[in-house]
């Protein structure tokens, strides 16, 4: 008879084999393996396959990132030997202040560090490690308070973990991290009870793969060409930007929130900001202020910032401007673009790949080779002379190949020093050829506020000694970090803001476009099981669907939140999804239809994505009905929290944003805890469903977003959307937990949607004055159910003809 090996007692005897050896000069390599490794996987039951180590942290690379399956532990390791110098008596104490343990400057280091991967990867945990020391400690906060005003679990030595390995074991296994116990512990400062596992923890091939067919793969081939990946292609052609480009600023009708809340997300940015900024765009068109800066080079020695949030099209907008609307004012100026997105670079080697870029495009876009004989000569024209009448200056009549050796080796000093070499070059240019400098800085806001600041003293030097035009886009947020505590602290730079466009307008253009492509043979489908009539027949339902039906484009609109990349993200998710026939598109193709893209097909291909259930780690869409403690009320708190933040934002001055302190007033009120709010409030900012003044993510406080009030308001009604979250939710009631089951087939899954929503009407019903509150289940739900029962009907119809096609056959 096998015996079930208990895992707390085999990683407390593994721990205590560790003690038994050891070495104070192992490399961080080393450390990890022989160490933290063991730690992580033999005393803490974490798997291999749960552990990923030099995960990229957009920049750097984060040592350990532990998951279970989503993120929820990210470490900073260091050498063994490398010791935090720690104030004595620490040993043995529940928590030590974060503040205590940034007094060593070791300990401060990796702790900024980690924290700052943390924050990027949003992952709830961080700690720092040399192998026998670890502390962890909250990675981000939502209460108002700094992550490094908190406390940490901290164990001092090897000694120190054996000794209260009780407390190494609840705060820091595998299914301790998916309580969150630690995160309670730091917030609250005791773990509250837990809620129930969810189903995917029970599904063995959790979160799966969904398969497509052949049909489906060539399509998905298809959709980054034409619909994805055409705006970040650094070849993309100027019919493209004819035929695509979008006027910014355009308010959408499909949004659910209002358009005083819209207009302010902008209008109010320059007062928050700190700046003078307008409008990239007026009615009459471009800003005449920009036309003028851009035409007339750095008359002010100031960089132009493009301010704007996350796609919003800012890289749309210059490339735009500077090949098209512009482009014979800017006929013989020379015209430099360079990429942080696609281009990567270390901060340490920014300003090399500046200068190698445009150095590049110097020779490929305008065939100018600054290396050249007689290009050099022209550009040291003045110091050829001045060497001339020097010291070498006979020889060049008594012993000409001795000057030209001299000559030469002149020469190559100037142009040895590349970016001295580069600056002489546009000054030449500038002054002999009329040739102003028109450069790019793109998709800075992508890189670490460090990066973004030594980017933006270097364009401020490009612009002052080079009189070139030079254009850095930057996020507000961003902007904001650099002009309060950064680079631009000591600047007043020119800006311009790039407003969001009008979704439905961006893909309706790229689809006409595309279009286009098929039809003039520019496309590429050789090799593919799709014709150029299947392709046509495609594009055809995707027309109608997203720029006819109003539930489709209301859904995109919103869902999107003016984000143009995430809508073209969320087209290119359907296109070729698993969860679309593509045959049935096909089919009523050949019968002379257009096919009608029903919104659960589009829904479900957006939240399931690439697989078989619902991926909270993956998908972009969020559970609403997820909670935190046990506490199955708080079911609704997300909803009761967005609902109420939209209604008193648009009902109270204030551009649209509500305090934080009123936020926990009311949800106090309706018997939440502090720790639960503050939790929801994260995940809400986290997901795009509020915002935050710029320079106040951790305080509030916040305002609505479309993608928010969409999802209270719209989504929840959704059949394929109850159907997706219910892997993903704790239930508490054991009989409706065993009879929540993992099901495929439609039918059997409208029978268990119908449970999981009894469930939630069972709870809603615990609220006191449920009339009171800004969201009410009762009315959601009633639409949930008449959708449902939909649902239902079209499964019956579907499932009547295949049993009458099957009797015709016999």
């Known amino acids: 008879m096998k015996i079930a090996v208990d895992p707390y007692q085999s990683g407390r005897q593994r721990l205590l084999e560790i003690l038994s050896g050891g070495s104070s000069n192992r490399n961080e390599d080393t450390t990890r393996f ?29 040592d350990y990132v532990v998951s279970a399956p989503g993120r929820l532990l990210v470490i900073e390791a260091k050498r063994e030997g490398k010791t935090f110098d720690l104030p004595a008596g620490l040993g043995g104490r529940p928590t030590v202040s974060v503040k205590t343990l940034r007094e060593d400057p070791v300990a401060r280091d990796a702790i900024d560090q980690v924290l700052s991967y943390a924050q990027r990867m ?12 670890l502390a962890v400690f909250l990675g981000s906060r939502t209460d108002g308070k700094l992550a490094t005003d908190g406390e940490a679990l901290v164990f001092v030595s090897m000694d120190d973990m054996a000794q209260r390995f009780r407390s190494l ?22 773990p509250s009870s837990q809620p129930p596992p969810k189903m995917s923890s029970l599904i063995v091939r959790y979160p799966g793969f969904r398969r497509r067919s052949e049909r489906e793969t060539d399509l998905k081939i298809l959709s980054t060409v034409f619909i994805q990946d055409i705006e970040g292609d650094a070849a993309v052609s100027d019919d493209f930007l004819k035929e695509c480009y979008y006027e910014s600023g355009t308010l ?22 700190g700046i003078e900024a307008e409008s990239v765009r007026t009615k009459k068109g471009l800003a005449p202020s920009l036309k003028r800066d851009l035409v007339a080079g750095a008359v002010s020695s100031k960089p132009i910032v493009l301010l704007g949030d996350v796609g919003v099209g800012k890289t749309m907008f210059i490339k735009h401007l500077l090949r098209v609307e512009a482009a014979s004012e800017l006929r013989s100026s020379l015209v430099f673009y360079v990429d942080f997105g696609s281009q990567p670079a270390l901060q340490t080697e920014l300003q090399r790949h500046i200068i190698d870029a445009v150095i590049e495009q110097m020779e490929s876009n305008h065939e100018l080779d600054i290396f050249e004989n007689k290009f050099v000569r022209a550009v040291y024209n003045a110091d050829l002379n001045r060497f001339r009448k020097g010291i070498y200056g006979p020889l060049a009549s008594t012993d000409p190949d001795s000057f030209q ?20 070059s546009l000054k030449h240019l500038d002054y002999s ?160 239809g257009t096919y009608t ?36 009320r708080e079911h609704f708190l997300l909803p009761l929290l967005l609902a109420f933040i939209h209604e008193r934002g648009e009902t109270m001055p204030g551009d649209g944003y509500v305090e934080a302190e009123i936020i926990f007033e009311t949800a106090q009120s309706w018997v939440f805890k502090p720790e639960q709010i503050q939790w929801h409030l994260g995940r809400a900012v986290a997901h795009k469903l509020v915002e935050t003044a710029p320079g106040q993510e951790d305080l509030g406080p916040y305002r609505i977003t479309s993608i928010g009030a969409y999802m209270y308001k719209e989504m929840v009604t959704q059949f394929s959307y109850l159907d997706g979250m219910v892997v993903d939710t704790p239930i508490f009631d054991p009989s409706i937990r065993a009879s929540i089951r993992d099901v495929r087939a439609i039918h059997d899954r409208l029978d268990r949607a119908d449970i999981f929503k009894e469930y939630l009407d069972d709870i809603w019903e615990r609220f006191a004055s449920p009339e009171s509150l800004a969201f009410d289940w009762n009315i959601q739900g009633v639409r949930l159910a008449a959708q449902m029962a939909e649902a239902r009907r079209k499964a019956n119809r579907a499932k009547d003809k295949r049993k009458a096609s099957t009797e015709n056959e016999e």
């Open 169 to 190: 074991w609840d705060m820091l296994s595998r299914e301790a991290l998916i309580q969150k116990r630690l995160v309670q512990l730091l917030m609250m400062g005791t």
């Open 597 to 632: 893209i029903p919104v659960h097909e589009f829904l479900r291909s957006i939240i399931f994505g690439e697989n078989d259930y619902y991926n909270p780690t993956s998908s972009r869409i969020v559970n609403l009905f997820d909670i935190f403690v046990g506490d199955e």
């Open 433 to 592: 050829a009329r040739r102003k400098s028109v450069i790019v800085l793109d998709n800075l806001d992508q890189r670490s506020v460090d990066f973004q600041n030594e980017a933006f003293v270097i364009a401020q030097s490009l612009s002052s000694s080079l009189g070139a035009t030079v254009f850095v886009s930057l996020r507000p947020s961003t902007f904001y970090d650099s002009k309060r505590r950064g680079s631009l602290a000591a600047y007043q730079p020119r800006a311009f803001l790039v407003s969001p466009p009008k979704v439905s307008q961006v893909v309706a253009k790229r689809l006409v476009f595309a279009r286009k492509q098929l039809l003039e043979g520019s496309m590429e489908t050789g090799g593919l099981s799709l014709s150029v009539e299947d392709l046509l027949a495609y594009l055809d339902a995707l027309e109608l669907g997203f720029t006819k039906n109003e539930t489709l484009m209301e859904l995109l609109e919103n869902l999107s939140g003016g984000n143009v990349r995430l809508a073209l993200e969320f087209l290119s998710a359907f296109i070729g999804s698993g969860y679309v026939d593509t045959g049935w598109v096909l089919d009523v193709a050949e019968r002379g």
């Open 122 to 133: 949003g992952i709830p945990l961080a700690g720092i490690a040399n192998g026998h020391q």
């Open 252 to 273: 959408s009708q499909y949004s659910m929130v209002s358009k005083e809340i819209l207009r302010s997300r902008y209008s109010v940015l320059p007062g928050a900001l």
């Open 34 to 62: 022989q160490l933290i490794d063991v730690i992580l996987t033999e005393c803490l039951n974490h798997p291999r396959t749960g552990i990923a180590t030099e995960e990229y942290a957009h920049p750097g690379f984060a």
């Open 405 to 424: 050796r001299h000559e030469i080796a002149e020469l190559a000093k100037f142009v040895e020093d590349r970016a001295t070499h580069l600056e002489r």
